[in-house]
């Protein structure tokens, strides 16, 4: 099946710097990719929808200057979280939709941000 | 808008024991499911989905689903659950289209004990 990949699997930076996120699919062009944010023994929460060539598209009370995305070419989209704080601390998956009828969503295996 | 809802956050279970998992949507258009099962800091996993036709839907590692309208439901069950069946499960939906953004639910832990 299609391979969604995530780099870094983990990182941790100091409060004030920004971390890059990237994700990247392996095997096929993804137009669109999905970036959510998972906190401890929660649900994904859709923070914005990256599309190809163009800006991407914020859920309400996503700060976009604070989470920049950048979906430069049709196998990688990157996230970036400016000026990190140990509130920005959390899990971070993102999927990139399949291309097809059913359009699947394919998953990477997660970014965990812990800002100190 | 859609929403989804799972009405059990913990389901422990013994092995071998059958195991259900409750999922409740709402939706004011036709919704495609899914059902995901994410193990410890991993992403997500696709178990099974629901796109159209018969309502009874086999997954991967033996699970399935059943998608009843009337009742807007669409539990996830196992017959006959394993020790790394030990996971957390999500329910989600997609409106109108299945390349739309999903949504969650909160998610339910599964504790499979020996």
């Known amino acids: 099946g299609a391979v969604v990949s995530q780099h870094p699997s983990r990182v941790i930076c100091k409060s004030g710097t920004s971390v890059k996120i990237e994700c990247r699919s392996l095997d096929f062009q993804a137009t669109t990719m999905f970036w959510y944010r998972q906190f401890p023994k929660q649900s994904l929460m859709l923070m914005a929808t990256s599309n190809e060539g163009s800006k991407a598209t914020y859920e309400q009370g996503v700060e976009k200057d604070k989470f920049l995305i950048n979906h430069a070419s049709l196998t990688l989209s990157t996230l970036t979280v400016t000026s990190a704080h140990p509130e920005d601390s959390s899990f971070y998956i993102c999927?990139?939709?399949?291309?097809?009828?059913?359009?699947?969503?394919?998953f990477g295996e997660g970014s965990r941000l812990t800002v100190l | 808008a859609q929403s989804v809802t799972q009405l059990d956050s913990q389901v422990p279970v013994f092995e071998e024991a059958p195991v259900e998992l409750r999922c409740n949507y709402s939706s004011s258009v036709s919704v495609y499911l899914f059902w995901y099962v994410q193990y410890p800091n991993q992403g997500l996993q696709l178990l099974l989905k629901y796109l159209s036709g018969s309502t009874l839907v086999k997954g991967i590692n033996g699970f399935e689903a059943e998608f009843n309208k009337s009742q807007t439901s669409f539990h996830l069950r196992k017959p006959s659950v394993h020790i790394s069946d030990t996971a957390e499960y999500f329910c989600?939906?997609?409106?109108?289209?299945?390349?739309?953004?999903?949504?969650f639910g909160g998610g339910t832990r599964v504790l499979v004990k020996p």
């Open positions: 989600a939906v997609s409106a109108g289209a299945a390349g739309n953004k999903l949504t």
């Open positions: 999927s990139a939709l399949g291309q097809g009828a059913t359009g699947e969503l394919f």
